[in-house]
Nanobody, 113 residues
Framework: QVQLVESGGGLVQPGGSLSLSCVASTSTFDVMAWFRQAPGKQRDLVASITPNGSTYYPSSDKGRFTISIDAPKSTVYLQTNSLRPEDTAVYYC?????????WGQGTQVTVSS
């Protein structure tokens, strides 16, 4: 069983920034990623990264969000900039290890003035 622990969420004003972190209890994985889920909506992919640092952003958020990894520390980061109220959601870290997907408990990001 792989454990994931997210941190870094909170309340931020529109236009602000937050840096989210996720520490995994495994040093080997296929891919790590961040998803987010707003109330009443589906859980959507924000960004993903492979062990060699290849990244994928599925939407226009690429310019505001940046995923990075510290592989020796088994830690993945999500830098979020120019935050908007519609970015309010629970942000989840996930990792795929040998085809099995594991989820963290999520960290709340609230963008409000």
């Amino acid at each position: 069983q792989v454990q994931l622990v997210e941190s870094g969420g909170g309340l931020v004003q529109p236009g602000g920034s937050l840096s989210l972190s996720c520490v995994a209890s495994t040093s080997t994985f296929d891919v790590m990623a961040w998803f987010r889920q707003a109330p009443g909506k589906q859980r959507d992919l924000v960004a993903s990264i492979t062990p060699n640092g290849s990244t994928y952003y599925p939407s226009s958020d690429k310019g505001r969000f940046t995923i990075s990894i510290d592989a020796p520390k088994s830690t993945v980061y999500l830098q979020t900039n120019s935050l908007r109220p519609e970015d309010t959601a629970v942000y989840y870290c996930t990792v795929i290890v040998s085809g099995t997907q594991y989820w963290g408990q999520g960290t709340q990001v609230t963008v409000s003035s």
